[in-house]
Every structure is written in structure tokens, then in C-alpha cells.
């Protein structure tokens, strides 16, 4: 059974930083693209950045490149995302993505997807 479980979302400030992880069980980790999408209320989901299973390749949505980083580890299988200079626009429900085709930069390419963890950014 696959699981994928985030963590390190909270509420935070405007320009504060915060790092999501993302730790995969039962598949072979190194096998996926892996991705994080958010979702605001209102708002359809969306892509925000994925990275392929070597770590060589990554994408960032426009609204977040140069303040988030996307990384993997595959001895651990974990994903992150470092999130820097944080906006209240960046306040969504994050969810963390496994696909076998990389790039994952929207829905209909995510086989897991991880039940979410909330980032709140207040002005």
C-alpha cells in the first residue's frame, strides 16, 4: 500500500520561510517524478514545482520561482520544499505528488497524491 505523508506546513508571516516534507512508502521511491501542487480556496489545484527521479531536472510554477526550492532524497524517500519569502498568496492546502512521467505539473499526471498540509501566511 502506497502512503505519502506530509508535513511542515503552519502559519507563518509575510517573508518568513517555511519547509515542507514529504516521506513515500511502499514503492520504489527513485522510480517517480515527484511533485508539490497547492490548492487555494476557491481555486483549482495547481502544479507549483516537481523534480524527476534523478534530481537533475525540476520545474517551477512562475508565481514561485527564485523563493522555492524543490529537493529529494532518495535514501530516505523524502521530498522537500523550501519556501522562502512566503506571501499571503502563497496560502493554499499543499499537496505532495508521485508520477511514473515526468514533468507532474498538473493532476491528470499524479498516480499518489498525500492527504495535504495547510501553509497560512499573514500580512
Known amino acids: 500500500q502506497v502512503q505519502v505523508v506530509e508535513s511542515g506546513g503552519g502559519l507563518v508571516q509575510a517573508g518568513e520561510s517555511l519547509r515542507l516534507s514529504c516521506t513515500v512508502s511502499?514503492?520504489?521511491?527513485?522510480?517517480?517524478?515527484m511533485g508539490w501542487f497547492r490548492q487555494a480556496p476557491g481555486k483549482e489545484r495547481e502544479g507549483v514545482s516537481c523534480i524527476k527521479w534523478s534530481g537533475t531536472y525540476t520545474y517551477y510554477a512562475d508565481s514561485v520561482k527564485g523563493r522555492f526550492t524543490i529537493s529529494r532524497d532518495n535514501a530516505k524517500n523524502t521530498l522537500y520544499l523550501q519556501m522562502n519569502s512566503l506571501k499571503p498568496e502563497d496560502t493554499a492546502m499543499y499537496y505532495c505528488?508521485?508520477?511514473?512521467?515526468?514533468?507532474?505539473?498538473?493532476?491528470?499526471?499524479?498516480?499518489?497524491w498525500g492527504q495535504g498540509t495547510q501553509v497560512t501566511v499573514s500580512s
Open positions: 511502499g514503492l520504489t521511491f527513485d522510480d517517480y517524478a
Open positions: 505528488a508521485a508520477g511514473s512521467v515526468y514533468p507532474i505539473t498538473n493532476t491528470r499526471n499524479v498516480d499518489y
